[in-house]
C-alpha cells in the first residue's frame, strides 16, 4: 500500500493528519493571540503529537469552563539529571499546578498549564535538552527502558538502545521547532509544508499510538507485554546477547463494545542487538500501513496482530527487516515491582526508591516530597532521577559518601527512606488522574484509590490477610492508562462513583485478568470482594498469589459467566 494514499473513509483524525502534515495546524497562531484562551478541537488533535492535551478544570464546570492543559514530556528510559529535574521543579511552581505527575511510561506531565504559559513551559523542558514531541499522539511514544541498575551491567547498553530507538523513531516535522522555540506559524499551504512527508510515518503519521518498552528479565517492572512492541534483553554471561522481540500489546478498551480489549504481546523470535532500529522500524511500518485507519478504537497494531495472526506478523516483519529471526530463547520473569529503598548497584555506586503515592510529587502536610526532591537535586547535582513504570523515582548513582547527608535532607521533610515506606497494598498500587484534570474521566481514580487502599487494608486485617501484597490499580475509564488489566484487582471506572472489578493478573506481568463484577458502587467494593478473600484465604496453596487463586479457582466455576 501507498502510504502517502489514505483509505476510503477514514476518521477525522486521518483527514486533518493528511491535510496539515507537518502537524503545525494553527497552533502557533492561536498562541500568539493573547485574546483566545483555548485551541480549536482540530488543532487539540494536533496539539497532541506535540505532548499537550487541552483539558478543562471538570471540578469547576459549574462555575464556567476553564480551560488548562495537561503537558507530557518525553523522557528516554526515563533517566533526568539532576538538573533536568530542578527544571521541571521550576516549571510545575511557575506554569503548573505545582505537582509533578510521574507515569506509568517515566515521564512527567504538568497540569493546570494555562495557555498564556505553554510556550515558556515547552521550551523550558527543550533547553533542559529533554522534549514532548511525540509524547502523545499518533506516533511512538516515550521509550521505556529498565530504571534501576542494580541488576545487571548490561543496564547500561539495554538504556543506550533505548535511546536509540527513541531517536531513531522519533518525528521530523519542522513545526515543532517553529511553534515552540521560534513562535513561527507554517502556512499549510505552502509546497514544501502541504506537500511534508515524514521519512518513516508518511503524510498521514501512525493510525494510533505506538509503544517501545525494553526490558531486562527477570524484573518486569515495565509490564514489556502491555506494549506494541517489547525488547526483552537476552544476558549470557552479564553480556547483552540480543532481544526477543515481544509484538502486539495494547491495554485500551471501551465499555460495551467487544471488539475492543486489552492484549498482550506475542513472542515472535530473537534478534542480535544490531538488528534492534531495523526491527523497531519494520513493526512501526507494519502499523503504519495495515493499521485501522476507519476506528479509531480498532486502529492499535494489536488488531492488526491479532486478526492477521502471529505466523502472518513474523513473515511480514522479515519481509521488512530482510532477515529471518532465531527462534526466541528462554527467560522468566519473577516480579513487577520497584524495591524501595536503599541497594547497591553493580558498579558500587547506591540507589534508593522512594514511593510515590499515585505518582503525584508534590509537599503535603508532614511529607514535603517536591521540596526534598528540589533539594536532593541542587545539593547532589551528580545524582539521576530515575522514574520507574511504577509511579516512582528513583535516585541514582549516589555516591557512598553522600548516603548519610541524603537520608538526612529526606528524613527531616517526612520522606521515608527505608524499604517499608508505606503499607504493602499501598506500595504496590497505581492510579490514572482520571478527576478532575482528564476529559475521559467516567469515576475517580487518583483521588479515589488511597482511601479504598485503606479501606481494603483494613479489609484484609478483617479476614486474616493483613500485610500481604496485592497488587491493585485503577483507571477513571476503560483505556487502561495505569494498566488495571494486569493487575491482581482491577477497579476501571464506569460511572460516577461506580467502577467494574477486574481479578486475576498476576505478579510477573504475563497475564490479563478478566471481567470479575461488571458495575460495583465504590462503596460496596468491601461488601464485594469480602466472601472472595475470606475463599482465597481458606483455599489457597501455600504462597499462592489472589491473583493466581482467582485463575485457578474462581473463574473456572460454572455460575461466574465471564467476559473478557
Ligand atoms: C486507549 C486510549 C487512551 C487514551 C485516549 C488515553 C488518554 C489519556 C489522557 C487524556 C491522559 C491524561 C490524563 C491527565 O493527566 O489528566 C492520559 C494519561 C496517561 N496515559 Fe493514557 N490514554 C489511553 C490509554 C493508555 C494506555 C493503555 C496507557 C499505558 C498502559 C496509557 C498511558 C498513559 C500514561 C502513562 C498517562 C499518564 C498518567 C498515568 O501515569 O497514569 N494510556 N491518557
Ligand atoms: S485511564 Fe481514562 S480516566 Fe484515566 S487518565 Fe487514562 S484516559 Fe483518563
Given amino acids: 500500500m501507498n502510504i502517502t494514499e489514505a483509505p476510503v473513509k477514514v476518521t477525522h483524525n486521518e483527514e486533518i493528519k493528511a491535510a496539515i502534515p507537518t502537524l503545525a495546524g494553527a497552533i502557533a ?94 521550551r523550558g523542558i527543550n533547553e533542559s535538552l529533554l522534549s514532548t514531541l511525540a509524547a502523545c499522539g499518533d506516533v511512538n511514544r516515550n521509550v521505556l527502558a529498565p530504571p534501576t541498575p542494580a541488576y545487571t551491567r548490561a543496564r547500561e547498553q539495554v538504556y543506550a538502545d533505548c535511546r536509540k530507538v527513541a531517536l531513531e523513531l522519533a518525528p521530523k516535522t519542522p513545526a515543532y521547532h517553529a511553534i515552540w522555540i521560534d513562535g513561527v506559524q507554517l502556512d499549510p499551504e505552502k509546497p514544501e509544508h502541504k506537500d511534508f512527508a515524514d521519512p518513516l510515518y508518511g503524510k498521514t503519521w501512525l ?11 527477570p524484573v518486569n517492572d515495565l509490564d514489556v507485554f502491555t506494549n506494541d512492541l517489547g525488547f526483552i534483553a537476552i544476558v549470557e554471561n552479564d553480556r547483552l546477547a540480543g532481544y526477543n522481540l515481544a509484538v502486539g500489546g495494547g491495554l485500551g478498551r471501551s465499555h460495551g463494545n467487544e471488539q475492543t480489549y486489552p492484549r498482550l504481546a506475542d513472542v515472535l523470535g530473537f534478534i542480535p542487538p544490531d538488528r534492534m532500529v531495523d526491527v523497531a522500524k519494520a513493526v512501526l511500518a507494519i502499523h503504519r500501513d495495515f493499521g485501522d485507519r476507519t476506528d479509531r478504537k480498532h486502529a492499535r497494531l494489536k488488531y492488526v496482530v491479532a486478526e492477521r495472526g502471529v505466523d502472518w506478523t513474523r513473515a511480514e516483519l522479515e519481509k521488512r527487516a530482510g532477515f529471518k529471526l532465531e527462534p526466541a530463547r528462554p527467560f522468566q520473569f519473577t516480579s513487577t515491582g520497584d524495591l524501595y529503598g536503599w541497594r547497591q548497584a553493580v558498579e558500587g555506586s547506591w540507589f534508593l526508591t522512594l514511593f510515590v503515592e499515585a505518582g503525584r510529587v508534590k509537599d503535603t502536610e508532614g511529607r514535603r516530597l517536591k521540596t526534598a526532591l528540589r533539594l536532593v537535586a541542587e545539593k547532589f547535582p551528580e545524582i539521576e532521577f530515575r522514574l520507574s513504570a511504577n509511579q516512582n523515582v528513583i535516585l541514582a548513582n549516589i555516591a557512598e559518601a553522600d548516603r548519610d547527608a541524603i537520608n538526612e535532607l529526606l528524613t527531616e521533610h517526612g520522606v521515608k527512606t527505608g524499604r517499608r515506606q ?106 464485594e470482594l469480602r466472601p472472595v478473600l475470606t475463599r482465597y484465604l481458606n483455599e489457597r496453596f501455600n504462597y499462592e498469589r489472589f491473583g493466581d487463586w482467582c485463575e485457578r479457582v474462581l473463574f473456572q466455576e460454572p455460575m461466574t459467566g465471564f467476559s473478557i
Fill in 29 to 122: 497562531a492561536t498562541l500568539a493571540d493573547a485574546g483566545a484562551d483555548h485551541f480549536s478541537e482540530d488543532d487539540n488533535q494536533f496539539l497532541k503529537f506535540h505532548g499537550c492535551y487541552q483539558q478543562d478544570d471538570r471540578d469547576r464546570r459549574k462555575t464556567g469552563k476553564q480551560y488548562i492543559m495537561m503537558v507530557r514530556s518525553r523522557i528516554p528510559g526515563g533517566v533526568m539529571t539532576a538538573r533536568q529535574w530542578r527544571v521541571f521543579d521550576l516549571l510545575a511552581a511557575t506554569y503548573g499546578n505545582n505537582t509533578l505527575r510521574l507515569t506509568t511510561r517515566q515521564t512527567i506531565q504538568f497540569h493546570g498549564v494555562l495557555k498564556s504559559g505553554l510556550r515558556a513551559v515547552i
Fill in 422 to 527: 508505606t503499607t504493602v497494598l499501598h506500595a504496590a498500587a497505581m492510579a490514572c488522574p482520571a478527576l478532575p484534570t482528564c476529559g475521559l474521566a467516567l469515576a475517580e481514580s487518583e483521588r479515589m484509590l488511597p482511601g479504598l487502599l485503606d479501606r481494603l487494608e483494613a479489609l484484609c486485617a478483617e479476614v486474616g490477610l493483613a500485610g500481604e501484597e496485592i497488587i491493585i490499580r485503577s483507571t477513571g475509564c476503560p483505556n487502561g492508562c495505569a494498566r488495571p488489566y494486569t493487575a491482581e484487582i482491577g477497579f476501571v471506572g464506569k460511572a460516577p462513583g461506580r467502577y467494574q472489578i477486574w481479578l486475576g493478573g498476576n505478579a510477573t506481568g504475563t497475564r490479563l485478568n478478566r471481567v470479575w463484577k461488571e458495575t460495583v458502587k465504590e462503596t460496596d467494593i468491601e461488601s
Fill in 207 to 217: 493510525p494510533r499510538k505506538f509503544k517501545v518498552a525494553f526490558v531486562i528479565p
